[in-house]
């Protein structure tokens, strides 16, 4: 008689990834399906916990890391978060650099998981809403603690092995519970890393799927667009800038999602969907919902997007400043 089969994880590094696939019904009954990738599930809360473990894991294999090494990051937060569950169980020591305005949440928890965490004042910026120039501040701090202390930079915005981390996981786990029937892709752009790789990954296996990058109303450079809203709710997104790592030879057009639309999506996934989620999720699904309804893509058609975070990584605003 043999023993019976286990299933147990060696470490939270195995909680990453595979997370599944919602169908938001609720919220769009149809024509066409709307689905969602549960990324709030990952351990550290975010879909960043890919890319840090990604990173990380690439920059050991490369010998640019060495075991125990000091890692330095700016983040938004959530990169840091998934850093710092990395740095937790690999044992490398980690400091973040932050900006003020991004949720203290976000702090709390990276210290909570061994980080040292350096928040710095907003240029331009209010709580709630980080510009281009509050992150500029961020970084500057953390490349003087790089020279002061020869920590491993991670730098997400640089590192091609952020995009690389969704192209060799994110986006085959879609195609995969899909069972191929997928008709177009839509992501929030940030660093670019989610919507690069997955885009990269799913135009590979079908050059037929639809690519839309999504972007705060306002701040719209990928569209080619004057920025005239730097301050929005979506932390962690439209910097104003196009990042680094974007390239449009996989994006077939950008939809944009104001602050009203993405708090809208963000009450009804918790209303209607039973999903408590951070506000790039409430944009990637008003954007999936006015992608769907435009009638582009034909007849039922599956849209997939992605639940970027937990809400719990945000203090709840009960009344808006564009709230009546």
């Known amino acids: 008689m043999g023993s019976p089969q286990t299933d147990i994880k060696s470490s939270a590094l195995e909680l990453i990834g595979n997370t599944p696939l919602v169908a938001l019904d609720r919220i769009w009954p149809g024509p066409g399906r709307l689905l969602a990738k549960c990324e709030f599930l990952n351990p550290g809360s975010s879909i960043k916990d890919r890319s840090s473990y990604g ?10 890391l060495k075991p125990g090494d000091p890692i330095l990051e700016v983040s938004s937060g959530n990169q840091g978060c998934g850093l710092a569950l990395v740095c937790a169980v690999l044992g490398h020591p980690l400091t973040v650099t932050m900006s003020k305005g991004n949720s203290p949440q976000r702090a709390t ?66 195609w995969k519970q899909t069972g191929g029937k997928i008709d177009a892709f839509l992501a929030t752009v940030g660093t670019a890393g989610t919507f690069m790789g997955v885009s990269r990954y799913l135009k590979k296996v079908n050059p037929e799927v639809k690519c839309f990058a999504v972007e705060p109303e306002g701040a719209q450079p990928i569209q080619g667009c004057e920025i005239t809203k730097p301050l929005h709710l979506l932390q962690g997104s439209g910097y ?25 999506y963000k009450r009804l996934l918790g209303k209607k969907e039973g999903l408590y989620l951070g506000y790039t999720s409430g944009a990637n699904v008003a954007a999936a919902v006015k992608l769907l309804k435009s009638g582009v893509l034909g007849k039922d058609p599956v849209v997939v997007t992605v639940l970027n975070d937990s809400g719990l990584k945000y203090p709840e605003i009960l009344k808006y400043p564009f709230e009546q």
């Open 55 to 64: 990173m990380i894991k690439k920059a050991l294999d490369s010998g640019k």
């Open 109 to 174: 928890m990276m210290r909570a998981l061994g980080a040292k965490v350096e928040l710095i004042d907003q240029v331009e910026g209010t709580p709630g809403n980080v510009t281009l120039a509050d992150v500029s501040a961020a970084e500057t701090k953390g490349l003087e603690l790089v020279k002061e202390t020869g920590a491993f930079y991670v730098d997400q915005f640089n590192n091609d092995n952020n995009s690389c981390s969704h192209e060799e996981t994110t986006g085959p786990e879609i």
């Open 240 to 264: 104003g800038a196009v990042p680094r790592l974007f390239k449009f030879d996989t994006m077939d057009e950008t939809l944009s999602v104001t602050d009203q639309e993405a708090v809208e």
